[in-house]
């Protein structure tokens, strides 16, 4: 609740290993208010977040969030343009060594997660020289460095082209298959019908239906076409 508004009304759900679950709903719905709740940006008025049967003190913000494993990222990119790409996959977790920056380890770290989304970009690149399919990599690559075990992504294919987009369901089989949990919201149907497991429909602060997801299949035969 914000104040005498209340946004989410017992909204509450558990999450698998290794599953791709779309989040659906208008706006205003309440999506964004419980991605944020989950991954710590918020605080919830009552209700807890529980991680492998042990709840979440309160108070702990997203780094809490982050070390059980939980990232969001944000439809519009948190980058810090005039930093390296290694500079913001470890803004705030860096690696040191005694009392110094361990440049070294983080700079290896940095390589092995852009590997790992298939950007082929060195770890000293500044951000701001990056087009935007790259910054959405350097974002998931920062989630990985991070242990992600959740990964919530807010419209991620909005300013992606379709090639880009391709390459993106790719990252996401690949991430599924290691066990990695996605929440993905999108108002584009036909991607969640394609991307998810399940969907989990959300209207006015309500979850109103959780079920698989239904895949539409063609039954025309394409050799009886009488042109």
Known sequence: AFGPVQVLHGVGFALQPGRVVGLLGENGAGKSTLMKILAGYESPTSGEVVVDGVVRAPGGGSRAA????????????????????????????????????????????????LAQVGLARDPYTRVRSLIVAEKQLVEIARALARNA???????????????????????MA??????????????????????????IVMRDGLLVAREPTRRRVCTENPHNSTG
């Open 66 to 113: 982050e070390a059980q494993g939980i990232v969001l990222i944000h439809q519009e990119f948190n980058l810090a343009d005039d930093l390296t790409i290694a500079q913001n996959i470890f803004l705030g977790h860096e690696i040191r060594k005694g009392l110094f920056l361990d440049d070294k380890a983080m700079r290896e770290k940095t390589r092995a997660a």
């Open 174 to 199: 690949e991430l599924k298959a290691a066990g990695v949990t996605i929440i993905y919201i999108s108002h584009k149907l036909d991607e969640v019908e394609r991307t998810t497991d399940e969907v």
């Open 149 to 171: 075990r959740l990964l919530i992504m807010d419209e991620p294919t909005a300013t992606l082209t379709p090639g880009e987009t391709e390459r993106l369901f790719a990252l």
